[in-house]
């Protein structure tokens, strides 16, 4: 195990967006994969193209925008007093909304949505998704920024995401099975 440790450490030091973004995509994927056979239910009914829809969003926007956001944060907060608590409010009033805003819309978009039926999801999951984001992220999110290494945060919001993909998949995509 510690082998295999060091293995991704050396990935990670050599290429930091690229692992990033693929533990991202295949972190999304899988919490997807639990909502659909956990949570749904679907057995023999599991859609990999759904998989595959919350890969390609974890892998092309999820890993680098987080990358890009964490050192953002680290750069303007990282060495000033309570930088935890500011990175935490920073996180939550910029990068929260805006991301989830991005994920309602391309996820919907992805599944062929138009314009019109793009506006009723958002309007329908937007709220609800941000009011879930604020009982789970804060407190994720100080553990992350007071605790955890600049190049370990990607890595640790991924696991604390792996239960949030759940839900974030379960949430977008429950109502499209009954339209």
């Given at each position: 195990m510690a082998g295999i440790w060091r293995a991704y450490l050396s990935v990670l030091q050599k290429y930091p967006l690229r692992t990033l973004a693929l533990g991202t995509g295949t972190i999304m994927m899988t919490g997807d994969g639990i909502s659909q056979m956990v949570i749904e239910k679907k057995g023999r009914n599991y859609d990999p193209v759904r998989g595959i829809r919350f890969f390609g969003f974890g892998f092309c926007i999820g890993g680098p925008w987080l990358r890009g956001w964490y050192l953002f944060l680290d750069r303007i907060?990282?060495?000033?007093?309570?930088?935890?608590?500011?990175?935490?409010?920073?996180?939550?009033?910029?990068?929260?909304?805006?991301?989830?805003?991005?994920?309602?819309?391309?996820?919907?978009?992805?599944?062929?949505?138009?314009?019109?039926?793009?506006?009723?999801?958002?309007?329908?999951?937007?709220?609800?998704?941000?009011?879930?984001?604020?009982?789970?992220?804060?407190?994720?999110?100080?553990?992350?920024?007071?605790?955890?290494?600049?190049?370990?945060?990607?890595?640790?919001?991924?696991?604390?995401?792996?239960?949030?993909?759940?839900?974030?998949?379960?949430?977008?995509?429950?109502?499209?099975?009954?339209?």
């Open positions: 907060f990282g060495r000033t007093k309570f930088a935890a608590l500011k990175m935490v409010l920073a996180d939550q009033t910029i990068f929260a909304p805006t991301f989830l805003f991005t994920f309602v819309t391309v996820m919907s978009a992805l599944r062929g949505q138009s314009v019109d039926e793009i506006k009723g999801t958002i309007k329908r999951d937007y709220l609800p998704i941000m009011e879930t984001n604020y009982k789970v992220w804060p407190a994720a999110q100080l553990v992350n920024f007071y605790f955890v290494p600049m190049h370990h945060r990607v890595m640790y919001v991924n696991f604390v995401a792996l239960w949030w993909n759940t839900y974030l998949a379960w949430r977008s995509e429950k109502f499209e099975e009954k339209s």
